[in-house]
């Protein structure tokens, strides 16, 4: 890679593949390299994750609940709320909940 004369930046440009394997996300670094011809400054890595396409589009989900402690026989209900981001609320989303036993 090399910084052209008369400019102070130089763009790598990375492009991903699509392929037909489902994957886990895969991390993406980049790590400058000491040389004699520079000094390395304060950032010396860049770190982009890799979603795979075939889950890329697929919104995400977050749990939470209205309180962290109940009382026995004083606190009647518990509200959790599950809430997806994504753009398209147009389709029901079957969400799949699983309990621990209580101790």
Same mark, same amino acid.
């Given at each position: 890679?090399?910084?052209?004369?008369g400019?102070?930046? $130089?763009?790598?440009?990375?492009?991903?593949?699509?392929?037909?394997? =489902? /994957? $886990?996300? /895969?991390?993406?670094? !980049?790590? !400058? /390299?000491?040389?004699?011809?520079?000094?390395?400054?304060?950032?010396?890595?860049?770190?982009?994750?890799?979603?795979?396409?075939?889950?890329?589009?697929?919104?995400?989900?977050?749990?939470?609940?209205?309180?962290? /402690? !109940?009382?026995?026989?004083?606190? &009647?209900?518990?509200?959790?709320?599950? &809430?997806?981001?994504t753009?398209?609320?147009?389709?029901?989303?079957?969400?799949?909940?699983? =309990?621990?036993?209580?101790?």
């Open positions: 890679m090399t910084i052209p004369a400019s102070q930046s $130089a763009s790598i440009l990375l492009t991903p593949i699509l392929d037909s394997q =489902t /994957e $886990a996300d /895969e991390t993406v670094i !980049l790590k !400058l /390299e000491p040389s004699t011809n520079y000094q390395l400054g304060v950032s010396t890595q860049a770190t982009a994750i890799l979603q795979d396409a075939s889950t890329a589009a697929l919104p995400s989900l977050s749990l939470t609940s209205t309180k962290t /402690e !109940l009382l026995e026989g004083s606190d &009647t209900s518990l509200k959790l709320v599950l &809430t997806r981001q753009a398209d609320l147009s389709q029901a989303l079957a969400v799949y909940i699983q =309990t621990d036993s209580w101790k």
